[in-house]
């Protein structure tokens, strides 16, 4: 016998013939936007009492708004043309909301047996083959051109009215794969194909007993594209039907995301990783040569010298061991600097570990912002330990107040970015605004537990051994040459980026489509190998550049350090200005701020992140070649 289980946490749901689903719904969403809007905030048929489902913070900050409907239907039983609701009348602000969702292309969201509802695109792979892909959601309407007659006129072509019209009907085709043995069956697919019909019925109207003239399974009369559309227009008389039709599936319920979660372009993130690899494998050769070769060499050279003239002789990077540990400007603010970068690092790491074990799979929604807001807060400590560690080596002497900064300046940042985006966003009335609870307690997460941890983490820092350097600081400090242009510390931090951005850019477009086209990303093996690789460049560009540095007898190496990698975060914000123009289509300010808010604070992340690798490379690699030199 064997035993297994599922690591979504989400426990399959066995269905007997004729039992009763019900479907929920879940918001309205754009990529013209990017404002969630509540399913009811249209006139949508409503249920007696609209009940909200308990939501994580996850889904809360995504703005997931799940409602229970009065969609429902019996397993396995195929029904057709059943009526929702009658509106007698759409008033002209119900129209004119109708025609403002169609215009932005807002699409509809449900949810049955915790899968998303999705309209079928079939693609064609590389060998020819067709391939079944979902678009998650289906269209609140759309907007077509109709001549005087009433016919349909080509988008390229001149001459008639553009019009909205509802979707106003849906085909719901629901997978099942069937239990042989037990008859019990278990849903592995939601499917929807919307369509737009001007119901007519018999009169007079019954809503117990109606019947539908242009949808009505007694006489075969089924809804299809041929028929008059459902234009939204006040005054007009509305009526939403749906079917409900059930195929068997030999889809086995543990394997039911995959279609959602097909990769149809894994030859690019090959050729990512492929491309990355090379980056390191460059500089690995280089650092390489460094290592082994010249510093060797250096090294073998200094030990040698024995005479107080051959002393004086000497060149490069050992002139300024004197002053290589000497503390540098604002130490105190890089300090905080590394500690939030080694935080956000600790983060991304953890939470990549959770999802290449399958923890924050899509079935379980909200689980990978739950996740990465919550293993911040936890890294609080780790923030408090490396900044305060790292302040105590520079001689700081007021660690509280260092930790106070380490535990504010970037939730600080990041807390007034989300605050102004948060009131533009409930300014528009969009679901995406967070709740004043769910503020709250994120307010209480930062100050009730995150603060505490950088001070426990800065504490047991303060408690610990200090981190004793090898060379000893002169008094006064050495006077840095003369710097060939291409040494200034401009231009070095600017080329120092290039390389660790290099090294993600082709997976960097698939994570923006996931988050601004509304599409799944679960390629977290992929991720974790970039991000592998991106520690990798930064810490190896950084190891190079500075002792470039060391060698031009430049003893401030400290800035420049945590600079050299982290500019990698300017190439990405100007990635992200480049993606916003060419493959988004923001029609409004709102969308705008929100894209280049979250933009800023990922790449203020994605700044101390990088640039907390680079400058531990180099904290390491000078420590370690000063203590190789012997000194009288």
Not at 378 to 405: H, I, P
Request: hydrophobic share 45%; net charge negative.
């Amino acid at each position: 016998a064997a035993e297994a289980f599922y690591l979504p946490g989400v426990a399959p749901q066995d269905y007997a013939r004729d039992d009763i689903v019900y479907m929920k719904v879940n918001k309205l969403s754009s990529t013209r936007t990017q404002l969630p809007f509540e399913y009811y905030s249209l006139p949508y048929c409503r249920p007696p009492k609209v009940a909200h489902s308990v939501e994580n913070l996850g889904e809360v900050l995504r703005g997931d708004r799940i409602e229970n409907s009065l969609y429902s239907f019996e397993m396995r039983l195929d029904q057709q043309c059943k009526v929702v609701c009658k509106i007698d009348s759409l008033t002209a602000s119900q129209a004119g909301d109708f025609a403002a969702k169609i215009e932005d292309e807002y699409r509809v969201m449900m949810i049955l047996d915790n899968l998303p509802v999705a309209m079928v695109r079939m693609l064609q792979n590389e060998d020819g083959e067709q391939l079944k892909t979902y678009e998650r959601g289906f269209p609140v309407g759309f907007k077509a051109k109709i001549d005087a007659d009433g016919a349909w006129v080509p988008p390229d072509v001149d001459g008639g009215d553009a019009k909205a019209f509802i979707n106003n009907h849906v085909r719901f085709t629901i997978l099942y794969h069937k239990d042989d043995d037990t008859d019990l069956a278990r849903i592995v697919g939601f499917e929807a194909e919307p369509f737009s019909v001007k119901h007519t019925y018999e009169a007079p109207w019954n809503p117990d007993m109606s019947i539908l003239e242009t949808c009505n399974a007694h006489r075969m009369r089924y809804v299809d594209y041929d028929q008059p559309p459902q234009e939204a227009r006040a005054g007009e008389e509305v009526i939403f039907t749906y079917d409900v039709l059930f195929k068997p599936s030999d889809i086995r319920w543990a394997s039911r995301w995959d279609t959602y979660l097909l990769m149809t372009d894994a030859q690019i993130h090959w050729f990512s990783i492929v491309n990355s690899m090379m980056i390191v494998l460059f500089l690995s050769g280089m650092v390489a040569l460094i290592m082994l070769r010249t510093l060797r060499r250096d090294i073998t050279k200094y030990n040698e010298l024995e005479t107080a003239e051959e002393a004086a002789e000497e060149s490069g990077w050992k002139l300024v061991h004197g002053d290589v540990f000497r503390p540098p400007k604002d130490f105190d603010l890089l300090s905080a600097l590394v500690g939030t970068g080694a935080q956000v690092a600790c983060m991304f790491a953890v939470t990549l570990v959770f999802a290449l074990l399958g923890f924050l799979s899509p079935a379980n929604r909200g689980a990978l912002m739950t996740a990465m807001v919550t293993l911040f807060i936890a890294a609080g400590y780790v923030n408090g330990y490396v900044s305060g560690s790292l302040y105590r080596t520079f001689k700081g002497t007021n660690w509280v107040l260092n930790a106070f900064v380490s535990a504010t300046l970037y939730p600080g940042v990041i807390f007034v970015v989300f605050c102004v985006l948060n009131t533009l966003i409930w300014h528009a009335k969009s679901s995406g605004a967070v709740p004043f609870g769910t503020f709250f307690l994120l307010i209480f997460l930062w100050f009730g537990v995150s603060v505490p941890l950088v001070y426990a983490g800065a504490y047991h820092a303060l408690k610990t051994e200090k981190i004793e350097h090898p060379m000893r600081t002169n008094k006064i400090p050495r006077q840095v040459p003369a710097q060939a242009w291409y040494m200034s510390d401009f231009v070095q931090v600017l080329v120092g980026g290039v390389l660790p951005f290099g090294a993600i850019f082709i997976e960097l477009f698939f994570i923006m489509t996931s988050l601004w086209l509304h599409q799944f990303y679960y390629i977290f093996g992929f991720l974790g190998l970039v991000f592998l690789i991106l520690c990798i460049t930064c810490a190896e560009i950084s190891v190079m550049l500075c002792y470039f540095q060391l060698v031009a007898e430049n003893h401030r190496w400290w800035w420049r350090a945590f600079g050299t990698s982290a500019s990698s975060a300017l190439y990405l914000f100007g990635y992200g200005c480049h993606y916003f123009s060419t493959k988004l289509e923001v029609t409004n300010k709102i969308s705008a701020a929100m894209f280049f808010g979250y933009l800023f604070i990922s790449s203020a992340l994605f700044f101390a992140m990088t640039g907390a690798v680079g400058f531990a490379a180099c904290f390491w690699f000078v420590r370690t070649i000063y203590a190789s030199v012997k000194l009288d």
